[in-house]
């Protein structure tokens, strides 16, 4: 059964760089493409980014300059860099994967989340 | 801007049928397939309904979703109590060259 896995600090201080880790555990991270969404505190889901199977990125473009998502095939794991983050970025933060190679974002996997603050 | 809108709220008792919109427009929700998800209070989202209309495995069949043009629905039957949750669609954008997530709608069964 596959299962995802957030990880990284909870809380972050303003201008510093947020980064999380999600670990993939019961299938092979490279046959799928994987997103971050996130959800502030009471409010809906944003979107941030996609690694599409093919290695490439596709970013939320509110969020473009700031955002990097990568994969690590060896360790079956893709993780989040947010820089220069503010109150705003404050939010819950699940890693999840399409549903197929189209991408059409049905998310059928998801992690739990990670709430991270951002605070000094 | 591309915007999905949900109405923020829906209601109904045991037993009953509830449906909620997703309105988009031309370039989300009228070219794109349509999905839907369940999130329960201080969990993460479930996929309800993908491609439209399809359930994945384990998804039982009160859960339903159409759409016409820029809007699509979800519907629900045979209302449940555990139903009691917040209810999101989700779209392709082509302007946005992205994914729009609606705002969302929570369900209360009463």
């Known amino acids: 059964q596959v299962q995802l896995q957030e990880s990284g600090p909870g809380l972050v201080k303003p201008s510093e760089t947020l980064s999380l880790t999600c670990i993939v555990s019961g299938d092979s991270i490279s046959r799928y493409h994987w997103s971050w969404i996130r959800q502030p505190p009471g409010k809906g889901l944003e979107w941030i980014g996609y690694f599409y199977d093919t290695g490439s990125t596709n970013y939320n473009p509110s969020l473009k300059s700031r955002v990097a998502i990568s994969v690590d095939t060896s360790k079956n794991q893709f993780s989040l860099r947010l820089t220069s983050v503010t109150a705003a970025d404050t939010a819950f933060y699940y890693c999840?994967?399409?549903?197929?190679?189209?991408?059409?974002?049905?998310?059928?996997?998801w992690g739990q989340g990670i709430m991270v603050t951002v605070s000094s | 801007q591309s915007v999905l809108t949900q109405p923020p709220s829906a209601s109904g008792t045991p037993g009953q049928r509830v449906t909620m919109s997703c309105s988009g427009s031309s370039s989300n929700v009228a070219r794109n397939t349509v999905n839907w998800f369940q999130q329960l209070p201080g969990t993460a989202s479930k996929l309800l309904i993908y491609?439209?209309?399809e359930r994945p495995s384990g998804v039982p069949d009160r859960f339903s979703g159409s759409k016409s043009g820029t809007s699509a629905s979800l519907a629900i039957s045979g209302l449940q109590s555990e139903d009691e949750a917040d209810y999101y669609c989700?779209?392709?954008?082509?302007?946005?060259?992205?994914?729009?997530f609606g705002g969302g709608t929570k369900l209360t069964v009463l």
């Open positions: 999840a994967r399409e549903r197929s190679h189209t991408v059409d974002c049905a998310f059928d996997m």
């Open positions: 989700a779209v392709w954008d082509d302007n946005l060259g992205g994914v729009l």
């Open positions: 491609d439209n209309d």
